[in-house]
Each structure stands twice: as C-alpha cells, then as structure tokens.
C-alpha cells in the first residue's frame, strides 16, 4: 500500500509539472484520498486529542513529585506587636525567612484517597527587633507522611478507571472509522467526476453521429427524399447535442475542482479516471457483518461507555447527600534549632489525626430529588442505548440486503445498456440506408442515453454502498480483513 502510495504521488507531481490530466483508478483515489487529504488531518487531531487526554489519566496515576520553597522572604515593616502584659505596641522591625522543601503525592484509586510525602527545612533570621539581639532560628521536617481518605464517599478514581480506557478504545475504532468515511466520500468523488467525463465522452460520440446524419439529410432533402420536418429534427439534434457537450463540459470542471480540493491538491490538475472493473464475486453474510460490526465498531464502545456514565452519576448523587466522613492524618518527625547539624538530631515525633463528620438532617428531599432526576437519566439511557443498538444492527442488515440486489441491478443495467447499444446501431444503419425515418432513430439514441447513464448510476450506487457496509463493520469483504488502522505517529 505505501509503496503503490507512493508510485501515485510521484506520477501526480510527473503529470502536473507536464501539464498532463492524472490518471487515477477508483483504487488509487481512494488511497490519496486516505494520506494526505485535508479530513485524514483532522481525523488525526481528533484522535489525538483522545489519545493525550488518556495520558493526562494515566499521568494522575502516577506520583506526583514537587519542589516548593519562597527564597527568599524579606519584611522589614512596623507592626503590631502583642506585649507580655496583652497590651499591643507598634514596633519596627526587619526580618529574613525561606524555606525549601520536596512534597511527593500518590493517589489512591482504590479508596479514592491521596497520600503525601515531603520534607522541608525553614530558616528564620531576626534582623532588628528592639530589645531582641538578631538571631537566626531553624525548623527541619525530614519526612511526614499524611494520608486523606473520604469514607463513604464518591470516588470518582474506581469510574475513570472503567471509563478512560473505554473513551481511548473508542477515540482509536472512530480513527479507523473516519478513514473509511473518507473513502466512502471519495469513491462518491469519484464516481461524480467518472460520470461527468462519461457523459463527455457520449456527448462528443453523439455530437460526430448528429453531424453526420445531418449531413446525410441534408444530401436526401436537396433530392426530395425526406421532408423538412425530418431535416429540421436532424439539426434541433445537432444542437441538442452541443447543448449537452458544452454541459458535460462545465461539469467536468466543477467535479474536477471538488475532487481536487477533496484531495489536497493545491496545483490546477486535471483528471482521466478509470472506470471500475467487472464487480467482483464476494458474499457478505449478514450474521457475519454484525459480528464484524460489534468487534470493529467504536458506537459498541460508545454504548458501553454511556451506561457506565449514568451509573457513576447515579453514584455520585447517592452519596453526596448521605453521611460523610473525611479522615486526616499525619506523622512525621521534627526538630529546631539555632545551627542547621542540631535539626536533624533528636528528632521529635509530631501526629495529628482528625475525623470530620457531616450527617445530613433535613434537606426537604433535596437529596431524594437529585437521586430520582439521577436514575431517571439513567433509564432514559439504557433506553436510548437499546433502541440504537437495535438501528445499529437493522441497518447492517438492511445494506447487506441492499448491496445483493443493486449486485443484481448492475447485471441488469449492464444487459439492457448492451441491447440498447445495439438497437442503436442497427437503428443508425437502417436509417442511412431510408429504412427507418428520424423519430424512430432519435427514440434509439434517447434509449440508448438513457441505459447508459442508468448503468453508471447502478454501478456507483454499488460501490457507494459497499463502502458505506466497511464504514459500517470496518471490514473489507473483498480481501477478507479488518481494517482497525494504527494512528501515524508525529
């Protein structure tokens, strides 16, 4: 694939710098289509988008280290100070103060609680206080360890758990699933600008047929073997037929740009498509596409996802009401002293413990409220999440059925294209030899148009519809593979 990737780019910048028309087959679009197209870009962003908010979940996981200090902290300002007699005097003083310490913090996904660790040193230094000789003052924490734990709370840690990882899952499947939108809208590209450079192409074979049988009445009209009526129908068809060439004509460009703008292709460029070979004999069973379909499909990931959404929130209202108990406590080791060696000797032990509490007691069914609104989204959801899961699977039923009889109808359209071919034929030979007059040689050529353009129609509506079943179970039915995709890397 990206070896044949890059054959095409290379033509394309060969045939552009000649001024040469690309040529490209429904394959080769597609593959263009699925690089450097300005929707895989964005594709790529918004999968990258999940792709680092998943990291920034497992980055909380992890422990989270830290250095903290002010260097330095200067005061020099008259303040208030209380005397030893409870009387305040206003005094002038100046003093110098820092500290630096390492705080290391771990959550606890379990319990939904946090633990701490960090040391610390403190220095003070006097500078001028009246009737205080200056002085210098340490404080050293070598290690505490403080744990906060809420009990009976809401941990939101156990439902990111579930979740993140679900929301990553299905950020990857709707990568690979915008990838074969991608290809589902170029093959409609495609077949849009094939169709517009077919119908040229009939239009200048209709338009050299008309000429010619104008010519020829022209010649049987001096010598009285037709009426002017029958000459006049011969050039209302000449016209007819520069009206719809000059048609086909302005539309080739307008497809022309769509495609190329589709495409990413800055340089004016000019296209010479392909068309599609025989449609190829696979069978697509449709127990298989579902189970395709559930393994391959982000919208499964989606549906487990937004259950599991509801349910935590149904949680959280539960216990936000209810009795709270929130546990604080620490140990560490500590000590002072006027020579930084003597703060780290002797050291004195230091603990506190709190237990907060808070029990509600009347909240006028605020509670209660919250709780009912909470599960009532919940089945409102579960719900939603059913009758979806139901259109998801009748819709793959649905377009493997369809994709069978539009099979069928291109073998009909490809039939009936060939007879009316002929019918035209036969009918453009009777009529330069005066066996049959103009109105039946004109109701050939309109059934002929007619078949032609409903065969091209049944062949895109194939293709298009196939495409549309990958986008659906991101399988290729043809070559017999998933197609899960990988995001580049940047």
């Given amino acids: 694939m990206r070896f044949n990737l890059t054959v095409i780019l290379v033509g394309l910048f060969l045939f552009v710098q000649a001024q040469q028309p690309v040529r490209l087959t429904m394959q080769q679009v597609i593959d263009l289509a699925q690089s450097d197209a300005p929707d895989v870009l964005l594709a790529e962003t918004r999968y990258s988008q999940a792709y680092w908010l998943f990291k920034s979940y497992r980055a909380d996981l992890k422990p989270q280290l830290n250095l903290f200090g002010t260097l330095p902290n200067l005061t020099r300002a008259i303040e208030s100070v209380v005397q030893p007699n409870g009387t305040e005097q206003f005094i002038q003083r100046a003093n110098f103060s820092g500290n630096l310490g390492l705080t290391l913090q771990q959550a606890i996904p379990q319990t939904g609680g946090q633990v701490f660790a960090y040391t ?43 979740i993140e990882p679900l929301q990553l899952k299905e950020a ?218 139901v259109n998801f699977e009748r819709d793959i039923i649905i377009k493997v059925q369809q994709l069978t009889l539009l099979r069928e109808g291109v073998k009909r359209a490809e039939k009936a294209l060939e007879a009316a071919n002929k019918r035209f034929d036969l009918t453009s030979k009777r009529y330069v030899i005066g066996k049959v007059d103009v109105t039946e040689l004109n109701l050939a050529n309109n059934d002929r148009e007619n078949n032609r353009q409903s065969y091209v129609n049944a062949v895109q509506a194939f293709w298009t519809a196939y495409y549309e079943i990958r986008t659906l179970t991101l399988y290729d039915f043809i070559h017999s593979e998933p197609l899960l995709r990988e995001v580049k890397e940047n």
């Fill in 120 to 162: 610390s040193l403190q220095r003070f230094d006097n500078l001028r206080t009246p009737n205080i000789d200056p002085y210098t003052q340490y404080l050293s924490n070598p290690i505490s360890i403080q744990i906060q734990q809420p009990i009976f709370g809401y941990n939101d840690w156990k439902w990111r758990k579930l």
């Fill in 172 to 389: 990857e499947k709707s990568y690979s699933e915008d990838l074969e939108q991608i290809a589902y809208a170029a093959v409609q590209n495609y077949f849009d600008l094939l169709g517009s450079q077919l119908a040229v192409r009939a239009a200048e074979q209709e338009k050299a047929a008309a000429d010619t049988l104008y010519l020829i009445g022209q010649g049987r009209f001096e010598v009285g073997k037709i009426a002017e009526t029958e000459l006049l129908q011969l050039e209302l068809r000449v016209m007819n037929a520069d009206a719809a060439l000059n048609q086909a004509q302005l539309d080739i460009k307008t497809k022309t740009e769509v495609l190329r703008n589709f495409l990413g292709i800055q340089d004016a460029v000019d296209f010479d498509l392909v068309p599609p070979d025989a449609i190829p004999e696979f069978i697509i069973n449709q127990d298989e596409a579902l189970q395709y379909a559930n393994a391959n499909r982000s919208k499964i990931d989606e549906f487990e996802r937004r259950l599991l959404q509801m349910e935590s929130n149904v949680e959280e209202q539960t216990r936000a009401g209810g009795v709270n108990l929130n546990m604080n406590g620490r140990f560490g080791l500590t000590q002072n002293g006027p020579v930084i060696g003597d703060v780290y000797t002797e050291l004195l032990d230091q603990e506190i413990f709190t237990l907060g509490i808070t029990v509600p007691i009347a909240d006028w069914g605020k509670r209660k409220s919250r709780v009912e609104i909470a599960k009532a989204r919940q089945r409102l959801e579960q719900q939603n999440v059913a009758q979806e899961r």
